[in-house]
T-cell receptor
C-alpha cells in the first residue's frame, strides 16, 4: 500500500534554532501534501496545504514566515520551523494524497515530535 | 477550524465487548472518514462513507451516517486489546474535489481491557 515517510520521528532543539521536517511519498506521486499540528490528547489542526511547484496555502492564524513549506518535487515536502520557541513544541504530522486516485483517502506519515528547550 | 465533536472523549471496555463512538459535525459534507491513531504515531485510515450512504461495513467496523442530524457513529465489534487507540472522524466539505482539507473531530480515546 501507499506509504508516507516522515523524518525525523523526534527532534530536540534549542530555542532560536530551526528544524526541518521531511515528508516523502515513497511509492506514489503527490502534488498535494498537508501539514498538521497536534497537541497532546487533542485533535489534528491543519496548518497548511503544500503544493508542488507553487506556494503553500496556510490556514488562518498560521505564520507562513515561521513555518516554511517547500514542495520541490512530486514526492517530497518539507516543513521548516524557524527560530523555534518552546511553544512550538508539538507533534507535527504530514499527509499526502495519490495523484492518480483523487478520491482515495489520505496517507499519513508517522509524525515528528518536536521539543524545543 | 475544528468542527467535529466526538463522544465519548474516552471509553474503556472489556475485551470482547463492542465499542461505539459518535461524531457530530456542522457543515454539509462530501464524505466522512474515520481514522485510528496509536499513541505517538500517525493516522491510519479505517473507513470512508459518502454523503449518500447511510451505513458501511468493513470487517469488525460498522459506520453509520445521518446527514439530517449531521452525525456519524463507529462501531467496533468483538473488541481486541490491539484496538486500543484514539479514533478520529474527519469530514470533507461538500464541493471539495477529492479529500483535501479534512477537518478532524476531537477524538475518542479507546482502551480495551484484556
Amino acid at each position: 500500500g501507499a506509504v508516507v515517510s516522515q523524518h525525523p520521528s523526534w527532534v530536540i532543539c534549542k530555542s532560536g534554532t530551526s528544524v526541518k521536517i521531511e515528508c516523502r511519498s515513497l511509492d506514489f506521486q503527490a502534488t498535494t501534501m498537508f501539514w498538521y499540528r497536534q497537541f497532546p490528547k487533542q485533535s489534528l489542526m491543519l496548518m497548511a496545504t503544500s503544493n508542488e511547484g507553487s506556494k503553500a496555502t496556510y490556514e488562518q492564524g498560521v505564520e507562513k514566515d515561521k513555518f516554511l513549506i517547500n514542495h520541490a518535487s512530486l514526492t517530497l515536502s518539507t516543513l521548516t520551523v524557524t527560530s523555534a520557541h518552546p511553544e512550538d513544541s508539538s507533534f507535527y504530522i504530514c499527509s499526502a494524497r495519490e495523484d492518480v486516485k483523487r478520491n482515495s483517502p489520505l496517507h499519513f506519515g508517522n509524525g515528528t515530535r518536536l521539543t524545543v528547550t | 477550524s475544528q468542527q467535529g465533536e466526538e463522544d465519548p472523549q474516552a471509553l474503556s471496555i472489556q475485551e470482547g465487548e463492542n465499542a461505539t463512538m459518535n461524531c457530530s459535525y456542522k457543515t454539509s459534507i462530501n464524505n466522512l472518514q474515520w481514522y485510528r491513531q496509536n499513541s505517538g504515531r500517525g493516522l491510519v485510515h479505517l473507513i470512508l462513507i459518502r454523503s449518500n450512504e447511510r451505513e458501511k461495513h468493513s470487517g469488525r467496523l460498522r459506520v453509520t451516517l445521518d446527514t439530517s442530524k449531521k452525525s456519524s457513529s463507529l462501531l467496533i465489534t468483538a473488541s481486541r486489546a490491539a484496538d486500543t487507540a484514539s479514533y478520529f472522524c474527519a469530514t470533507a466539505p461538500r464541493g471539495q474535489i477529492g479529500n483535501e482539507k479534512l477537518t478532524f473531530g476531537t477524538g475518542t480515546r479507546l482502551t480495551i481491557i484484556p
